[in-house]
Nanobody, 115 residues
């Protein structure tokens, strides 16, 4: 079993910044990708950013240039630096880890951006 512990969510004014972190522990077998999804009320869960083995990163068009994903492979931790936040970024953010034998989700952390 893989445990994901997220932190860093909160309330911020538009234009502000937050940094999310997600630490993976447990029975981890060869992580292929770590990333973040989000889900706003009444909307489907969507990919925000993902860091894939080999150094490949991908971002949702809506966050390109504002969000940066990074990883500490030694600590099995992924970060999401979110700058220039907008009210439309308000959502529950979920850590997502793809390892050789499973896909794991974090419990979610709330990000609220006030206008």
């Amino acid at each position: 079993q893989v445990q994901l512990v997220e932190s860093g969510g909160g309330l911020v004014q538009a234009g502000g910044s937050l940094r999310l972190s997600c630490a993976a522990s447990g029975s981890i077998v060869s992580i292929n990708a770590m990333g973040w999804y989000r889900q706003a009320p009444g909307k489907q869960r969507e990919l925000v950013a993902q860091s894939i083995r080999g150094g490949i990163t991908r971002y949702a068009d809506s966050v390109k240039g504002r969000f940066t994903i990074s990883r500490d492979n030694a600590q099995n931790t992924v970060y999401l630096q979110m700058n220039s936040l907008k009210p439309e970024d308000t959502a529950v953010y979920y850590c997502h880890v793809v390892s050789l034998d499973r896909v794991s989700w974090g419990q979610g952390t709330q990000v609220t951006v006030s206008s």
